[in-house]
Structures are given as C-alpha cells and as structure tokens.
C-alpha cells in the first residue's frame, strides 16, 4: 500500500459552501493528500494555494460573479483547482461532456456565455471547429508544445499571487453547473447551488462510509455529478482520492490494490467490467468498506458476484443530475436469497432531509402506496433551475420545493421501486441519452420516413439504444449505414447498437408514438426496468 500518512481531521459538519471545502482542509491539514493521480501526490495545501492563484487570474481575465468558467479534458487534477478557484469568487465551473460532437460543445460554451475554456490538449482539435463569441480566454494543460500558441494553465497560473481573494458565497448560490440533454434535442444546464452540492454531505458521508482515513476512487467522468460530486464529498470529509484518466478495469483491478481503496462509486456497466476481467479472480480487494452504485439497472446476479468479489459494503443510490442522491438502500437491505431479497428490486428510501411522493400526472393529486406515478423529490439537493430556460424550470419545479423526477414508481414501505420512464430517457452505462436528439439526427437520412428510438436490455450497458425504422417507399436502407449516419452527427454513445424495421409506427390518437408499445417485446419478463 502506497499512501502518505494523513493529519486527522474532525468530521467538518460547518462546511457548507464548496470555497470553504478547501479553505478549511487547506489550512487544518495542508500536508495531508487530497488526490493521486499517475504517480504523483497533491496536498490540500497546494491546492488551496493554487485554487487562489486561480482565483486571481479569473477576476484579472474580467471573470465576474455568477460568471461560467468550463473545463473540457479527460479525468484530471487540474479540474479540482479549477472548482475550487472559481468557487473563491463566486464563479460557476461547468465541466463538458468530452464525448460530444464539436457541434454539440459548441452549444453548451455558446449557451453558457463562456469566457474562459480550460482544455486538454486532446480536443484543441474539436475547439478549431467550434464557433464561441464570448470565449475569451483559453488554457491548455499540459506543457507548452501541445498548447498551440495559447497559454497553459500552469504558466498563466504562475503569474498571479496565491492571495485568497476572500470572496464569499452563499448557500443559495450557484457553484456548479451540468448539462443535461433535453427531451426537445437541446442541452439543459442544470444550476446546482452551494446548499445542494455541499450541504448535504453531512448525512451523505455517514451512509457512504466516508471519513479523513478513506481513500476514494474518483473512476467516473468529471463532467457527471457522481464523478466530480463524489470526489468533493470525499473532501470534504478531509478524505484522500485516487484518481483514474479514464475507466480502465486493469488498472483499477491494480490501483485498488497498491492505493489500499476503500471507497467508490460505481455504474453497474462498470462493476460488470471488473468482475469479467481476468484479473478479478485473483485481485486484492481487502482494502474496499464500501461501493455505492447505481444510475442503471443491476441484475441479482451481478450484484450477488460482487459482493462475493469485493468483500464489502454495498450502497445503492438514485439520483438525477437536477437532484443528487435522493434514495439509499444501505448493506442491511443487501440480502440476496433472504426475507428482505425483494427490496433489492427497489432503489431504497429517502435520504435523511429528502422527501417523496408519487403523484398522478393527469390529476397531479399524490397517490397511495403500491400505485404507480411520477416520482416527486424535495430535499435540500434540488436544482436551483435550468439556465436561461424559464419554462423548463416552471415544468420541472412546480412549487413548494418539489422536482418532478420524470421517472415513475411506487412507494412501499418506505422504499422506492421504479418502474419506467415518464420522459422515455435511456440509460445507458450511466450515460442519459433522450431519444427526441436521437431521432432529430436520424430524420435526416434520405431512406428514412419515420423513426422512433427506444432503450433496449444490455448486458454490459443496462440499456443500448435501438432505432425503429419506417423506410422510405422504394428503399431498402442499410442499418450499419444509418449507425454510420448518426454516428457522424452525435456522440456515439447516443447512436443506435441496432435497428430494426416497421410498416408503420404505432401512435395514439393524437399522433405520439408509442413507446411503451415498442419497447414491450424487448423488455417482456424483466422486473426492474430503471434504477
């Protein structure tokens, strides 16, 4: 095991903004390790240091309050400076998607009014190819002779002094932005305030099993809230974090080992990945508490190999990115083959300060227990909105401090089994794919007259996403050619693994697709549809 001893640290409960995350750890333990990432170690104290330098630079590049500074690379240190400097003076980060199109980039940095781009040298390429009229400023990490005449981070950084601007924010104030795509085709940024993302690490920590001696695998994107968000709980409880570029099983088989993990979160696409790998019959596990997965289904026997595998706690989680983890069913509940097996089938009950109801959608009046609605939250984790789009806000937060999830379920016994989607999201390894971009990529093709996309069951990937094609009259379209097409217009997660052929899409009377129809032979006898 290879990790530097860590000062203590009292469980931070007055932390309630993310500049105070590392103000506080940065000043109390600045030797103790924060993250290691391909070899090297980096410290609260250097980060709360260089989080000021970048604080400075920000205010001297005209970024103001409120203002959206965006990170675009693979998983790497520099992004946490970055959140944390921008937090300083009350700016908002906004991590990119990094396996978008360039089109689709430029969308959300054009909506977002970005003014300074942080980049990996690894798509200066896609950034030639975007159009941004507010960018003002770009950094390139790395070393000079990849940054292609723009300045890198670590020498504009250099430049400014490691002076914390004593900028304060409050609860309310929005730190953090992710964008989500929209049922219309179109991104939504989601607003996730201070109190949403930091707060409510109190009750968090204590399910997850985290504290200052935990060392935390940050594995996932951190453009997602379960990778970003995940690694600041794990700071702010004072906790050290391993960080991976990428999902790599060999190497995370490896890093579990020699790191001495004992904390991570997992899409069930990638708990499936580790346990094929040949390595994981013979791996060192010991080290792991607890895994948190969700955000996808998992079948019985995948979970059941795991927890044989890793020898540990397991934590499942619901959430969506416009409301972090709202549910929880803790290790007492993980009881295959037991009295309490069924409620595997669920996604748990309510986190502390989290509410929920299930609500008629035609009626809007809240339903009993074991009848299925739309799943309600409200708790503190709620999003503070979607920006620049007033009536999706109004649609989604109807009032009294409710989120309309867009999924539906049932209530009983105080847990929550999902059952489908109201909005017809798929999920797919974790990533949220909306069929209306889908088929607005699709529409297009000079073969295709009608189409309807639909998630379908994956044993890797939970759902994968199949296109339901209505050919033109007189053609005879190639399906690796329409995969081809899409392909060529989005991110290739999004695009169809298949697709198959119709006389005619089945509609309601007036004119919307199925899909509950469309996707029922796919899903016939299957339990748990969503997680």
């Given at each position: 095991?290879?990790?530097?001893?860590?000062p203590?640290?009292?469980?931070?409960?007055?932390?309630?903004?993310?500049?105070?995350?590392?103000r506080?750890?940065?000043?109390?333990?600045?030797t103790?390790?924060?993250?290691?990432?391909?070899?090297?170690?980096?410290?609260?104290?250097e980060?709360?240091?260089?989080?000021?330098?970048?604080?400075?630079?920000?205010?001297?590049?005209?970024?103001?309050?409120?203002?959206?500074?965006?990170?675009?690379?693979?998983?790497?240190?520099?992004?946490?400076?970055l959140?944390?400097?921008?937090?300083?003076?009350?700016?908002?980060?906004?991590?990119?998607?990094?396996?978008l199109?360039?089109?689709?980039?430029?969308?959300?940095?054009?909506?977002?009014?970005?003014?300074?781009?942080?980049?990996?040298?690894?798509?200066?390429?896609?950034l030639?190819?975007?159009?941004?009229?507010?960018?003002?400023?770009?950094?390139?990490?790395?070393?000079?002779?990849?940054?292609?005449?723009?300045?890198?981070?670590?020498?504009?950084?250099?430049?400014?002094?490691?002076?914390?601007?004593?900028?304060?924010?409050?609860?309310d104030?929005?730190?953090?932005?992710?964008?989500?795509?929209?049922?219309?085709g179109?991104?939504?940024?989601?607003?996730?305030?201070?109190?949403?993302?930091?707060?409510?690490?109190?009750?968090?920590?204590?399910v997850?099993?985290?504290?200052?001696?935990?060392?935390?695998?940050?594995?996932?994107?951190?453009?997602?809230?379960?990778?970003?968000?995940?690694?600041?709980?794990?700071?702010?409880?004072?906790?050290?974090?391993?960080?991976?570029?990428?999902?790599?099983?060999?190497?995370?088989?490896?890093?579990?080992?020699?790191e001495?993990?004992?904390?991570?979160?997992?899409?069930?696409?990638?708990?499936?990945?580790?346990?094929?790998?040949?390595?994981?019959?013979?791996?060192?596990?010991?080290?792991?508490?607890?895994?948190?997965?969700?955000?996808?289904?998992?079948?019985?026997?995948?979970?059941?190999?795991?927890?044989?595998?890793?020898?540990?706690?397991?934590v499942?989680?619901?959430?969506?990115?416009?409301?972090?983890?709202?549910?929880?069913?803790?290790?007492?509940?993980?009881?295959p083959?037991?009295?309490?097996?069924?409620?595997?089938?669920?996604?748990?009950?309510?986190?502390?300060?989290?509410?929920?109801?299930?609500?008629?959608?035609?009626?809007?009046?809240?339903?009993?227990?074991?009848?299925?609605?739309?799943?309600?939250?409200?708790?503190p984790?709620?999003?503070?909105?979607?920006?620049?789009?007033?009536?999706?806000?109004?649609?989604?937060?109807?009032?009294?401090?409710?989120?309309?999830?867009g999924?539906?379920?049932?209530l009983?016994?105080?847990y929550?089994?999902?059952?489908?989607?109201v909005k017809?999201m798929?999920?797919?390894?974790?990533?949220n794919?909306?069929?209306?971009?889908?088929?607005?990529?699709?529409?297009?093709?000079?073969?295709i007259?009608?189409?309807?996309?639909?998630?379908?069951?994956?044993?890797?990937?939970?759902?994968?996403?199949?296109?339901?094609?209505v050919?033109?009259?007189?053609?005879?379209?190639d399906?690796?050619?329409?995969?081809?097409?899409?392909?060529?217009?989005?991110?290739?997660?999004?695009?169809?693994?298949?697709?198959?052929?119709?006389?005619?899409?089945?509609?309601n009377?007036?004119?919307?697709?199925?899909?509950?129809?469309?996707?029922?032979?796919?899903?016939?006898?299957?339990?748990?549809?969503?997680?």
């Amino acid at each position: 095991m290879n990790r530097p001893a860590q000062p203590t640290a009292a469980r931070p409960t007055q932390l309630h903004t993310l500049a105070q995350v590392i103000r506080y750890h940065g000043r109390t333990r600045p030797t103790a390790s924060v993250m290691r990432f391909e070899g090297r170690s980096h410290t609260y104290g250097e980060w709360d240091e260089e989080s000021n330098r970048i604080a400075q630079g920000l205010l001297a590049e005209g970024v103001v309050a409120t203002e959206r500074v965006a990170f675009l690379a693979h998983n790497t240190p520099e992004y946490f400076p970055l959140l944390f400097g921008a937090a300083k003076i009350n700016a908002v980060t906004l991590a990119v998607n990094w396996r978008l199109a360039p089109l689709e980039m430029q969308y959300i940095l054009d909506h977002a009014e970005v003014g300074v781009l942080v980049i990996g040298p690894e798509f200066l390429g896609h950034l030639a190819q975007m159009d941004l009229p507010h960018l003002r400023k770009v950094l390139v990490i790395g070393p000079i002779d990849q940054a292609q005449g723009h300045d890198t981070l670590q020498e504009w950084m250099s430049r400014f002094p490691a002076t914390d601007p004593g900028v304060e924010s409050t609860l309310d104030d929005v730190c953090y932005q992710l964008y989500t795509s929209g049922t219309t085709g179109l991104p939504k940024g989601v607003d996730v305030s201070n109190r949403a993302l930091v707060q409510q690490m109190v009750n968090r920590c204590e399910v997850w099993q985290f504290d200052a001696d935990s060392v935390n695998l940050v594995c996932l994107p951190l453009f997602h809230i379960a990778g970003s968000g995940w690694a600041v709980a794990g700071m702010w409880c004072g906790a050290d974090s391993v960080l991976l570029r990428d999902i790599d099983p060999a190497q995370m088989i490896e890093v579990i080992a020699s790191e001495g993990v004992t904390n991570a979160i997992m899409v069930p696409a990638v708990i499936q990945m580790l346990l094929n790998h040949t390595g994981a019959a013979t791996a060192d596990f010991s080290s792991f508490r607890n895994i948190v997965y969700g955000a996808a289904p998992i079948t019985e026997d995948v979970l059941v190999r795991a927890m044989e595998t890793f020898g540990c706690d397991f934590v499942a989680g619901y959430g969506l990115t416009e409301h972090a983890t709202a549910t929880y069913l803790p290790r007492e509940d993980h009881d295959p083959g037991g009295p309490r097996a069924h409620l595997l089938r669920s996604v748990g009950k309510p986190v502390p300060e989290v509410e929920i109801k299930i609500v008629d959608t035609a009626t809007l009046d809240e339903l009993p227990d074991g009848e299925v609605g739309e799943v309600w939250l409200r708790g503190p984790q709620v999003m503070t909105g979607y920006a620049k789009r007033p009536e999706d806000t109004a649609a989604a937060l109807p009032g009294d401090g409710w989120l309309r999830t867009g999924d539906a379920g049932y209530l009983e016994e105080g847990y929550l089994f999902l059952k489908d989607r109201v909005k017809d999201m798929i999920i797919s390894g974790g990533e949220n794919v909306y069929p209306a971009e889908v088929e607005n990529a699709l529409m297009p093709h000079p073969e295709i007259l009608d189409v309807a996309v639909i998630g379908i069951p994956d044993d890797k990937w939970g759902e994968t996403v199949k296109a339901i094609v209505v050919a033109r009259p007189g053609t005879d379209p190639d399906p690796s050619e329409i995969i081809d097409f899409c392909r060529s217009r989005l991110a290739h997660f999004k695009c169809p693994t298949s697709v198959d052929f119709l006389d005619v899409l089945p509609r309601n009377p007036s004119g919307k697709v199925l899909k509950t129809e469309l996707r029922e032979p796919y899903w016939a006898g299957l339990q748990r549809r969503i997680h």
